[in-house]
């Protein structure tokens, strides 16, 4: 039903993936950059470079963290809830691992959609234009897919949608935040910065930002990919769980 939905509306979806960045590249990146490389201290800050390649990558992956957030709670909850769409698929052949194998594909490519928009933007811009772009890409959809996992098991777990909400505001806005795409981590006050190293998408942030700059070493890529498949193993086993329990209740 969602890729029926989608062949409707891919046009439109197209042309938003391409222009939100856009919009948001050139407000925050250009316009807010310009007052911030006019600081003699930013430059230090920032690693040397200009406030648009710091900002750039990171859009990445706050772009797929929001796309798996808006997709995987009242999406996910309708598919049990009001559309039918999980008992549906399970009234036939395929299991639950198989359902949420299905729906982690159909975010991917919907994620895939908006951070490959992104990833456009990115070229356009002569200090964002790197070959670094093209691995920033799944790096980005390897943070998105993190989100998907806990996001789509709490969303399957629910009866009733009222704490959407507040996962929104209390767990999503914050990390978008503080995430490190917008500031380095090393801003924030001393008691914070440990709680956004372990969260998922500074990591996701310090492997596109890595990727495109060219600042990723081994040791490093082996770091931040390994505390994201850490963070999105057990949400995938615990989504498959949740799955299950409720379409063979």
């Given at each position: 039903m969602q890729s029926l939905l989608l062949k409707r509306i891919w046009k439109t979806n197209l042309t938003l993936s391409f222009l939100q960045p856009l919009f948001f590249f050139l407000g925050m990146g250009l316009g807010v950059g310009s007052l911030v490389n006019d600081r003699p201290t930013s430059a230090e800050a920032l690693g040397n470079?200009?406030?648009?390649?710091?900002?750039?990558?990171?859009?990445?992956?706050?772009?797929?963290?929001?796309?798996?957030?808006?997709?995987?709670?009242?999406?996910?909850?309708?598919?049990?809830?009001w559309d039918g769409t999980y008992e549906a698929m399970a009234a036939t052949r395929l299991t639950a691992a198989q359902v949420v194998r299905g729906q982690f594909l159909w975010l991917a490519v919907r994620m895939g959609i908006a951070v490959g928009g992104v990833a456009v933007v990115l070229a356009v811009h002569p200090d964002t234009r790197t070959w670094g772009v093209l691995p920033a890409v799944p790096a980005a959809l390897l943070c998105g897919?993190?989100?998907?996992?806990?996001?789509?098991?709490?969303?399957?777990?629910?009866?009733?949608?009222?704490?959407?909400?507040?996962?929104?505001?209390?767990?999503?806005?914050?990390?978008?935040?503080?995430?490190?795409?917008?500031?380095?981590?090393?801003?924030?006050?001393?008691?914070?910065?440990?709680?956004?190293?372990?969260?998922?998408?500074?990591?996701?942030?310090?492997?596109?930002?890595?990727?495109?700059?060219?600042?990723?070493?081994?040791?490093?890529?082996?770091?931040?990919?390994?505390?994201?498949?850490?963070?999105?193993?057990?949400?995938?086993?615990?989504?498959?769980?949740?799955?299950?329990?409720?379409?063979?209740?």
């Open positions: 470079v200009s406030y648009v390649a710091f900002l750039g990558p990171g859009l990445l992956a706050t772009t797929a963290m929001l796309t798996a957030a808006g997709e995987s709670l009242w999406p996910v909850l309708g598919g049990f809830k897919l993190v989100f998907t996992a806990w996001l789509t098991a709490w969303a399957a777990s629910r009866e009733y949608d009222s704490s959407f909400s507040m996962v929104q505001r209390m767990v999503v806005t914050p990390l978008f935040l503080f995430g490190g795409a917008f500031y380095p981590v090393d801003s924030l006050p001393d008691w914070l910065r440990p709680v956004a190293w372990v969260t998922p998408l500074w990591h996701g942030v310090e492997l596109c930002r890595g990727f495109v700059l060219h600042t990723l070493g081994a040791a490093d890529l082996l770091l931040h990919v390994s505390v994201l498949v850490v963070w999105l193993v057990p949400g995938w086993i615990v989504c498959n769980r949740f799955f299950a329990r409720r379409l063979y209740r």
